[in-house]
């Protein structure tokens, strides 16, 4: 089992900066890959970026490509992800995730993680 607690969301003009932390507890932290995603309203959940569980492979979704970054500390079991330049369309309720399967890189389908965080609203304002 493993709990999963994001925060920092809140609202924020477009161009400016987040931050989301999510804190796991339950598990070592470093025996899984971490996700992040998302979830407007009236869409599917997408895939946001995603970081190995050794902190040094990463993945990003194109529409968030340079302006997001992902990261981890293991030592403090949690992931982060840095959210720069925020677009009114980067508005929904993101997600953090553990996929427990460590395969050689990171998947990016939300049916490949195990655990889920309960969601943090970010709204970006025009």
């Known amino acids: 089992q493993v709990q999963l607690v994001e925060s920092g969301g809140g609202l924020v003009q477009a161009g400016g900066s987040l931050r989301l932390s999510c804190a796991a507890s339950?598990?070592?932290?470093?025996?899984?890959?971490m996700g992040w995603f998302r979830q407007a309203p009236g869409k599917e959940r997408e895939f946001v970026a995603a970081i190995s569980w050794s902190g040094y492979s990463t993945k990003y979704a194109d529409s968030v490509q340079g302006r997001f970054t992902i990261s981890r500390d293991n030592a403090k079991n949690t992931v982060y992800l840095q959210m720069n330049r925020l677009k009114p369309e980067d508005t929904a309720v993101y997600y953090c995730a553990a996929d427990f399967t460590r395969t050689p890189i990171v998947r990016v389908g939300p049916r490949e993680y195990d655990y889920w965080g309960q969601g943090t609203q970010v709204t970006v304002s025009s």
């Open positions: 339950g598990r070592t932290f470093s025996d899984y890959h």
